[in-house]
């Protein structure tokens, strides 16, 4: 038997302990296990397979919203854009002092 070819004893034997286990832990256990799972998870994806990953969970629940909901978040992320205030790192420096020239002024 090669190496990279799995014990199929082993991984059923492993299933049921793990089901044995979660039988007995709390639902608050089951759900910081989980917790820790998922972080662990999105620690180990690129940048670009987290944003697919989100965009699909966001397309999931967008099936599942009324028109009525998917209006009201469309509102409210259309509101948290505006509040955003622009980058510092992306203004230009005389960009910079006529933000504080203006500050000043308020």
């Known amino acids: 038997m090669s190496k990279d070819k799995k014990n199929l004893h082993a991984v059923a034997l492993g299933k049921l302990g793990g089901r044995r286990r979660a039988e007995a832990l709390s639902k608050e256990a089951l759900s910081q296990i989980g917790r820790q799972g998922g972080i662990a998870r999105a620690r180990a994806l ?6 697919a990953s989100a ?21 409210l992320a259309a509101e948290a854009r505006w509040k955003k ?8 420096p005389h960009e910079k002092r006529q933000d504080a020239a203006l500050a000043r002024i308020r």
Request: net charge positive; charged share 40%.
């Open 85 to 92: 205030k622009p980058c510092e790192s992306l203004m230009v």
């Open 46 to 51: 690129t940048a670009l397979e987290r944003t």
């Open 55 to 75: 965009r699909k969970a966001g397309r999931g629940r967008l099936k599942t919203m009324s028109k009525a909901d998917r209006s009201e978040a469309a509102r």
